[in-house]
Nanobody, 123 residues
Framework: QVQLVESGGGLVQAGGSLRLSCAARGRTFSTYAVGWFRQAPGKEREFVAAFTWSASTTDYADSVKGRFTISKDNAKNTVYLQMNSLKPEDTAIYYC????????????????WGQGTQVTVSS
């Protein structure tokens, strides 16, 4: 079992930045892929970014490319999502998720999920 603990959400003005954290409890991320997803009110959960720990490969949704960066801290067993140039349309609950080995953009492929953290971007 992998327990995921998220933090770092909040309220920010458009153009601002936030960094989300996703820490693993119970197991290391070393053989896992970690995905970030978000869900805005009335919308389906959508893919944001993904990271394969072992290969350090990343994938981003077109809507966040060039603005969001996913990274890791081996010692802290934590994955980060640095979000810059935030827009009001980035407002959502952000979730991190984990699965063994390869990363995918489909949320149903991830068996482990964090509790979610609210990100609100004001205009």
């Amino acid at each position: 079992q992998v327990q995921l603990v998220e933090s770092g959400g909040g309220l920010v003005q458009a153009g601002g930045s936030l960094r989300l954290s996703c820490a693993a409890r119970g197991r290391t991320f070393s053989t896992y892929a970690v995905g970030w997803f978000r869900q805005a009110p009335g919308k389906e959960r959508e893919f944001v970014a993904a990271f394969t720990w072992s290969a350090s490969t990343t994938d981003y949704a077109d809507s966040v490319k060039g603005r969001f960066t996913i990274s890791k801290d081996n010692a802290k067993n934590t994955v980060y999502l640095q979000m810059n140039s935030l827009k009001p349309e980035d407002t959502a609950i952000y979730y991190c998720a984990a699965r063994p080995l390869a990363a995918y953009t489909d949320n149903y492929r991830y068996p482990y999920w964090g509790q979610g953290t609210q990100v609100t971007v004001s205009s």
